[in-house]
Structures are given as structure tokens and as C-alpha cells.
């Protein structure tokens, strides 16, 4: 079983709707992903928070929103999606950085479907 | 510009033979190289890692190679299963926190 848990795992929403994706992890890691994954395409890095602060923003649309709150939550708040947002959103978490162990340990992902 | 590719979108192969499975990237410098296996609907999980300065690493029946003139990585499965059908990714990161993933192969172990 994944230690990292995503809540929730399907989400339907319209385009005018806003909504929010939860990630949690209590492996004590200082690094935590979101990448956003199509059908048969690889995960697409999204955002990176370092020690809870941003640390990679990967040119995301505004309507994409992430928070940290603590070093074990990390959220994605959706707002005005369009269609082509509907995909799998998986987070992961790391030890941090400077670590050289380099695996990541991945949720099992939001379904995402935007109407 | 920065590239990833893995060998085929697809790989069939019989059961009980080894499986061969190719990443190559082009422009990138990785500090090192890890495989994952997704499964459908499901986050990838991650097999193994190996550093710019290691040929070789093995794990059960599974063992990467990389060689960083070739600008390549080698993933075997031996005594391949069915249960060893997924998608395998290959995945890059160059200065510790940015990890790309190439396209991954589809792998299926025909009984």
C-alpha cells in the first residue's frame, strides 16, 4: 500500500466549479510533487514544494493552485477548469532536498473529469 | 532540445524470457536514473535507481545498466511473469528535484 494518500480518488466538476485535491504523507519527507498524467503519457511535472516553500512551477495555468500547508499536506485547488484539464493528478513525496536518494513515493492518484 | 525515449510504446514477449527495455535521452546530464512500473489507474512505484558513476545494478530478476556516452539505460527482466505486465517508466533528474519521465513501454508477458 502507497504511504502517500490522495483524497479525492474521482472528482467530476464543471468548468465554473471550485474544488480542491488533497494530498497527505507521514514519511517525514520535506519534498512533495504534483505532476498531472494523461491517458497513455507519462506524469507531467506540475509544482515542487521544498521544506514547504514553492520551488518549481512548471509555466501552470493560474486556475491551478497549489498549497502547503504543512510539511505533510500538500493541496491543488482548481478553479475555472477547461475540458482538457481532465486527467489523472498524482502527487508523490521525497526525502528533500540535497538528499541522494532520488525515489519517489506516488499516491494513487485524483481521477479528474471536467464537464 | 531535451529528449527521453523509450525503445517502443509496446513490448510482447513469452513467458519465462527476458525482457529488454530502453531509455535513451539526449541533452540532459543526469546525476542519475531511476525505473518505475505503473500500473493502470494506479501512481507509478519505483524499481530501482542507478548514479551517473555506476554501470550496473540489480534487484531480484531485475538489473539497469546506464551508460552516460551512450546516453542510455538497459532495464532486463529475466524469468518474466504475466504478473510483470505494466507500463515501465523511465525517469531522469539532473539536479535533485526535477524528475522527467520518458514515454514508457508497455510490457506484456504472453503465457
Known amino acids: 500500500d502507497t504511504e502517500v494518500t490522495q483524497t479525492p480518488k474521482h472528482l467530476v466538476m464543471g468548468m465554473t466549479n471550485k474544488k480542491s485535491l488533497k494530498c497527505e504523507q507521514h514519511?517525514?519527507?520535506?519534498?512533495m510533487y504534483w505532476y498531472k498524467q494523461k491517458a497513455k503519457k507519462p506524469p507531467e511535472l506540475m509544482f515542487v514544494?521544498?521544506?514547504?516553500?514553492?520551488?518549481i512551477n512548471e509555466s501552470v495555468p493560474s486556475r491551478f493552485s497549489p498549497e502547503c500547508p504543512n510539511s505533510s499536506l500538500l493541496n491543488l485547488h482548481l478553479h475555472a477548469l477547461q475540458p482538457e484539464d481532465s486527467a489523472l493528478y498524482l502527487c508523490?513525496?521525497?526525502?528533500?532536498?540535497?538528499?541522494?536518494?532520488?525515489?519517489?513515493?506516488f499516491g494513487e492518484g485524483s481521477r479528474l473529469t471536467v464537464l | 532540445s531535451q529528449k527521453i525515449e523509450q525503445n517502443s510504446e509496446a513490448l510482447n514477449i513469452q513467458e519465462g524470457k527476458t525482457a529488454t527495455l530502453t531509455c535513451n535521452y539526449t541533452?540532459?546530464?543526469?546525476?542519475?536514473l531511476q525505473w518505475y512500473r505503473q500500473d493502470p489507474g494506479r501512481g507509478p512505484v519505483f524499481l530501482l535507481l542507478i548514479r551517473e558513476n555506476e554501470k550496473e545494478k540489480r534487484k531480484e530478476r531485475l538489473k539497469v545498466t546506464f551508460d552516460t556516452t551512450l546516453k542510455q539505460s538497459l532495464f532486463h527482466i529475466t524469468a518474466s511473469q504475466p504478473a510483470d505486465s505494466a507500463t515501465y517508466l523511465c525517469?531522469?533528474?539532473?539536479?535533485?528535484?526535477?524528475?522527467?519521465f520518458g514515454p514508457g513501454t508497455r510490457l506484456s508477458v504472453l503465457p
Open positions: 514519511m517525514g519527507h520535506r519534498a
Open positions: 508523490a513525496s521525497r526525502p528533500g532536498r540535497g538528499e541522494n536518494t532520488g525515489e519517489l513515493f
Open positions: 541533452n540532459y546530464s543526469p546525476a542519475y
Open positions: 525517469a531522469l533528474t539532473t539536479y535533485g528535484q526535477n524528475f522527467v
Open positions: 514544494y521544498s521544506y514547504e516553500k514553492l520551488s
